[in-house]
Structures are given as C-alpha cells and as structure tokens.
C-alpha cells in the first residue's frame, strides 16, 4: 500500500477542521427560525359599532320587538369561497380579495425577508391580497406540495379566488411585476 505524503495528510486535516469551524459558525451565527404557522400580515377589519353605554334596568318594562331586532348583528358579506387547497389562512384571505399574493420565505433569511417586501409592495400596488407563508412550517410545505409540483423559496404565487394559481414567480421578484401578475389575473 502507498503512503500519503506528509503535507496532503496536513491539507486534509485543515480542510475537515475549517469545514468543521464553518459549519459551527453558521449553527450559532444563524437566525432562530419560528416554525409556527404562515405569517399573515395585518389585513385591514370592518370597523364595529361602538359600544353604548349601559343604561339601569327599569323593572317594569319588557324589551321592545323592534329593540330585538336593531340589536342582532348583520352577517359579514364575504363570498363563499371552495377550499382551494392552499392552508386556510390563504382561504380567508380570498375571501376577502379576488387575488391573493403569496410569498414563501423561511424567517430570518435576508434574502426571503426582501423578497417578501417587495411582493407585498407589488400586491398593494395591484390592488390584491399579501400572505408571507412559511415553508419550514410542516402543514404549510405539505399543502403547497400537493398543490404544486415543487416549491423554492424566495418564491411569489398569484392565486385567483378560483384557487387557481395565476402564475408562480420563482427567486427574488421586483414589485412592479408583481403587480403587473396581479392586476392581470383579476377576472
């Protein structure tokens, strides 16, 4: 058997030793990842009546018909939306807008957390919904990949009311194409 020469068993011995280092530099330099649920940003409620305040009960008197029904609340008009196999925070989203602009990211990641800001300056330019839903979330990764064939992030989907997927845009996208994808898939 052939003996390895002195300085290509040091060359070796360096390379594991400064793989070692890197890979426990990124482990304690790494952002913590919550692994929770999509992050749905802020979306904008109905305002609620203001609240009266309480008058003394009079002992006497019995409620009014018309009392009864001015106090019943009135049903929220949302359109009644399938299931569209997306996680269920993308549901109510379409039912509150027509297109929906989804943007995967894994958080902590610079180049996710960007991404994601300018997809959700181009779906307010366009008029649509945002949702910047994590990929690392297991319920979240598992209903994508049935849904599409495979999934990278940064990524930005466009999905219709329908649940359709209008168009995926793969890496990093600039806000003005992601409200031109959304403005071209309203009906």
């Known amino acids: 058997m052939e003996k390895i020469s002195l300085p290509v068993r040091i060359f070796a011995v360096v390379i594991v030793l400064v793989g070692v280092a890197g890979m426990l530099a990124m482990r ?3 952002a913590s990842v919550d692994e929770s649920a999509p992050i749905p940003l802020p979306v904008k409620k109905a305002a609620t009546p203001a609240k009266s305040t ?17 106090a019943k609340p009135k049903p929220a008009v949302n359109p009644v939306v399938p299931p ?82 209008a168009i995926e845009l793969a890496g990093f996208v600039d806000r003005e194409t992601v409200a031109q994808a959304a403005t071209n898939a309203r009906p």
């Open 28 to 30: 304690t330099m790494g």
């Open 54 to 70: 309480p008058q003394p009960a009079k002992a006497a008197s019995a409620p009014k018909p018309s009392a009864a029904k001015a």
């Open 84 to 165: 569209s196999g997306f996680p269920v925070v993308v549901d109510r989203a379409l039912r509150q807008h027509e297109v929906v602009v989804l943007s995967l990211v894994v958080p902590g990641a610079r180049v996710d957390e960007l991404a994601a800001a300018e997809a959700e300056a181009g779906a307010k330019l366009g008029g649509a919904g945002f949702l910047a839903l994590n990929v690392l979330n297991e319920g979240v990764a598992r209903s994508l990949l049935a849904k599409l064939d495979s999934v990278q992030d940064p990524s930005v989907l466009v999905v219709k009311r329908s649940g359709e997927v």
